[in-house]
Structure formats: structure tokens, C-alpha cells
């Protein structure tokens, strides 16, 4: 079921084995909750979608687990910097992008059925940074 996931972060890719992907998931699960005892997946697809403070702790999460050495605050910025050099209606498109990069991670069955993609290809992930 699992792949190996590749991260990009500073012109840098770091994989997760498809062995290792449990704890990624926990950690990107546990950076999303943030204390709130909802559902990961809830949060990732509610209407609004999440938090860019949220999307910056799973994104760090998972890049530190990766072998990155970045901070979320890092990762923050980096969002903030992106979505600044983009025109308002390419927001939205930018942060449906990192969701669904996410959801891809996590459940790569409902990844696949939201990209409508059955290829097999490996999952990837990138922050600009």
C-alpha cells in the first residue's frame, strides 16, 4: 500500500522509505491535531481546509522526519513568501496542492481517488523553501 515519499525542501529531496511511512503519518497526524482531538483527514478537507500554521507544522513534521533540518517557522515563512509571488486566484490552487500532497501521504487510496491518478507513481511533496 505504501510508497516511498520524496520531500523537497532548498533545492534538497529527502525520501521515506515506504517501511518508515507509519511514523511520518503519525507525525504529520500529530502536527495537524495540535492538541484538538480531530480527525487529521477532517481537518486536511474541511470546507475552509487548514490553518497555514497547521499546514507549516505537518509539512515541518514531515521534512524533519525526512532528514531535513528546517524548523516549522521556517516552513511558515516559506508559505507565506510562495503565496505573496502569486496572483489571488492561484492561492487557492497552491493550497489545495499541499493539501491533497498531504492526504496523498497519509491515505494514498483516497490520494489516488482525488487525483483520480492509479499509476503507481511515487507520492511527492515539496515546499519551496
Known amino acids: 500500500m505504501f510508497e516511498d515519499v520524496t520531500l523537497a525542501w532548498k533545492n534538497e529531496t529527502f525520501t521515506v522509505p515506504a517501511d518508515k511511512q507509519m511514523v511520518l503519518i503519525a507525525k504529520i497526524e500529530d502536527a495537524l491535531q495540535g492538541g484538538s482531538g480531530k480527525q487529521p483527514l477532517g481537518i486536511l478537507m474541511q470546507r475552509e481546509g487548514p490553518t497555514y500554521a497547521q499546514l507549516a507544522r505537518a509539512y515541518g513534521a514531515a521534512l524533519r522526519h525526512a532528514g531535513a533540518r528546517v524548523s516549522n517557522e521556517d516552513v511558515y515563512t ?52
Open 78 to 129: 516559506s508559505i507565506q513568501e510562495d503565496l505573496a509571488a502569486l496572483e489571488p486566484m492561484e492561492i487557492t490552487a497552491k493550497i489545495q496542492n499541499a493539501v491533497i500532497a498531504l492526504i496523498s501521504i497519509m491515505s494514498p487510496p483516497m490520494g489516488r481517488k482525488i487525483t483520480g491518478s492509479g499509476d503507481g507513481k511515487k507520492s511527492k511533496a515539496a515546499v519551496k523553501g
